[in-house]
């Protein structure tokens, strides 16, 4: 089993930026892909970047040169770092471990044009 808890959402202004983490516990030895997920009001959740254990990533169109995620596999955390927001990126933001099929319960972003 793992547990997966995000933080550090919150509210900005467009062009700000935010981080978020997730930090996992339980069985996390064999977690390899971690991925972020994002889910708009009204609308399904979408892949925003996943991470595997070997650092290789990969990004949505849509957040592709703004967002950065990253990983330490020491510490058991994934991050966001999230640049020049934009009100479309309003959403409440999941961390994920599909391995296990695990997820957080989110955090909320919210940004204001």
């Known amino acids: 089993q793992v547990q997966l808890v995000e933080s550090g959402g919150g509210w900005v202004q467009a062009g700000g930026s935010l981080t978020l983490s997730c930090a996992a516990s339980?069985?996390?030895?064999?977690?390899?892909?971690m991925a972020w997920y994002r889910r708009a009001s009204g609308k399904p959740r979408d892949l925003v970047a996943t991470?595997?254990?070997?650092?290789?990533?990969n990004y949505a169109d849509s957040v592709k040169g703004r967002f950065t995620i990253s990983r330490d596999n020491g510490k058991n955390t994934v991050h966001l770092q999230m640049n020049n927001l934009k009100p479309e990126d309003t959403a409440v933001y999941y961390c994920?471990?599909?391995?296990?099929?695990?997820w957080g319960r989110g955090t909320q972003v919210t940004v204001s044009s």
């Open positions: 994920n471990a599909p391995d296990y099929a695990a």
């Open positions: 339980g069985t996390t030895l064999s977690i390899n892909t």
């Open positions: 991470i595997t254990s070997g650092s290789s990533t």
